[in-house]
């Protein structure tokens, strides 16, 4: 059973800075981990992926250039640092992990398994 915990959520001022992490547990082939957010009335979507081996990233164009995903293999757990945070960024983070190759990793279809969730609020 494969498992994956978000933690690094919180409140933080507009400009400020957050990290979350995600650890995935249990026995997997990890071809791909990504982030998506879900505010409020909203669908979720797509926020930023890494491949798992090559470690080649890919992001929402509303995150590029504030938002960097990372990964440690080892510790099998991915990062999302983010930066310059604005109230628009409000949602619940979710992880995803992928186990199989995809044309598109922003696709939600394409991940196994998701984490529960934390909750990031950016006061203006």
């Known amino acids: 059973q494969v498992q994956l915990v978000e933690s690094g959520g919180g409140l933080v001022q507009a400009g400020g800075s957050l990290r979350l992490s995600c650890a995935a547990s249990g026995r997997t082939i990890t071809y791909a981990m990504g982030w998506f957010r879900q505010a409020p009335g909203k669908e979720r979507e797509f926020v930023a992926a890494?491949?798992?081996?090559?470690?080649?990233?890919y992001y929402a164009d509303s995150v590029k250039g504030r938002f960097t995903i990372s990964r440690d293999n080892a510790k099998n757990t991915a990062y999302l640092q983010m930066n310059s945070l604005q109230p628009e960024d409000t949602a619940v983070y979710y992880c995803?992990?992928?186990?199989?190759?995809?044309?598109?990793?922003?696709?939600?279809?394409?991940?196994?398994?998701w984490g529960q969730g934390t909750q990031v609020t950016v006061s203006s």
């Open positions: 995803a992990l992928s186990r199989k190759f995809s044309y598109s990793l922003a696709r939600r279809a394409n991940y196994d398994y």
């Open positions: 890494i491949n798992w081996s090559s470690g080649s990233t």
